[in-house]
């Protein structure tokens, strides 16, 4: 994402806010329950609080364990080095955060390549795969994983279906490789799909969900795996210094979010499809479908930029970020109401239409 900034210098509040899923803030209730967590040393492995988010995640997943961490940039980057040895090379989808959005930290980190695989919406088929994958030999770089995005960000918010998750995990499986998902926007893709999450993710050796995207915390991310798997990746943890101490007052946020933010995703979900439905209306707008929270839409047939566009809404109070030269995108969130998605639209048509033709 090239996001525009939100600048405050004279301008007014933002009462829309589409900006990101990450601008939620934790409701009374989940700071209710993160000032009653119970706590200890969770370096020590001795922070209950955080313990039962692990053993919460790990079984819901249908995985042997799991992991705590900051953020999910880490589990990105501790699941690579976990998998792969420098030299290696990671095959995922070329607008994959991994690639676009994390510092380039598989070749800082890890030391390992990506190789970016084209395809719409954020998702590669088994054709695109297959074509990837070399024949072993001692000039090429070693093959070592298969990434994808659930659900696919720049894509659109689009949802892998589980019968493509399968054939990709298959392939890369019989071909000697690892399998990861990035699952910044997992429950999005279950509830959007209605496909139980452990089915979904069947055929990945590791996967990790964000807790401060659509669900609300102000951080934490899990990492999921195998026993074998989540053992290297605490070494990376602690070589990193993720590795927290009274860490339980954000797991206990993470609980909260689990119990009370998972099924109300939907109503994210009908609140971007009725912006797309809106946006269709206004003169010039092209909005991509909208499958789950993410909303896309070109300004290229109304003269203006994304960022011109993003700039105009919001000197009305209306926050957007940019990806590309005239597309924009808008996140749909539990800050955002249904009455807030009429403001935003209001708003566009009103940018649109004092646009200079
Ligand atoms: C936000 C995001 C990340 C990184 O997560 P952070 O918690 O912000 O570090 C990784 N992948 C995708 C698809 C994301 O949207």
Redesign the pocket.
């Known amino acids: 994402m090239d996001y525009t900034p939100i600048p405050a210098a004279g301008l007014p509040p933002v009462r829309v806010n589409l900006y990101s899923d990450?601008q939620t803030k934790p409701t009374p209730a989940m700071k209710a329950a993160m000032m009653d967590a119970e706590v200890g040393d969770e370096q020590m492995g001795l922070d209950p609080t955080t313990n039962a988010l692990q053993d919460r995640m790990a079984a819901l997943m249908g995985k042997q364990a799991a992991l705590f961490l900051p953020?999910?940039?880490?589990c990105?980057q501790i699941a690579i080095a976990t998998h792969c040895r420098p030299g290696d090379e990671v095959l995922a989808h070329e607008t994959a955060?991994i690639l676009t959005?994390e510092g380039g930290g598989c070749a800082a980190i890890a030391g390992a390549q990506i190789t970016g695989l084209k395809g719409a919406r954020g998702q590669y088929d088994a054709a695109t795969l297959r074509a990837a994958i070399r024949a072993k030999n001692r000039n090429a770089p070693p093959q070592t994983l298969v990434e994808v995005?659930q659900t696919a960000?720049s894509g659109g918010g689009a949802v892998w279906s589980v019968e493509r998750l399968n054939e990709i995990a298959a392939i890369a499986h019989e071909n000697g490789m690892a399998t990861h998902m990035?699952g910044?926007?997992l429950m999005n893709a279950v509830v959007a799909s209605g496909v139980a999450v452990a089915d979904m993710v069947a055929g990945f050796d590791s996967l990790w969900l964000?807790f401060?995207?659509g669900l609300g915390t102000g951080v934490g991310?899990v990492l999921v795996g195998s026993r074998e798997f989540i053992g290297t990746a605490w070494r990376w943890k602690q070589r990193m210094g993720g590795a927290m101490r009274q860490s339980g007052m954000l797991a206990a946020g993470c609980l909260h979010a689990l119990d009370h933010h998972i099924d109300r995703l939907a109503e994210d979900h009908a609140n971007a499809a009725g912006l797309v439905r809106g946006l269709a209306q206004v003169e010039g707008i092209v909005p991509e479908p909208a499958e789950t929270n993410l909303v896309f839409f070109s300004t290229e047939a109304t003269g203006l930029t994304a960022a011109a566009f993003a700039n105009a809404a919001r000197q009305h109070g209306v926050a957007f970020s940019t990806n590309g030269r005239y597309r924009v995108r808008a996140c749909l969130h539990l800050g955002v109401t249904a009455a807030d998605v009429e403001t935003a639209l209001q708003v566009s048509r009103q940018v649109v239409a004092s646009a200079p033709r």
């Open positions: 990450t953020s999910g940039t880490m990105n955060h959005s995005e960000n990035d910044a926007r964000d401060t995207k991310a």
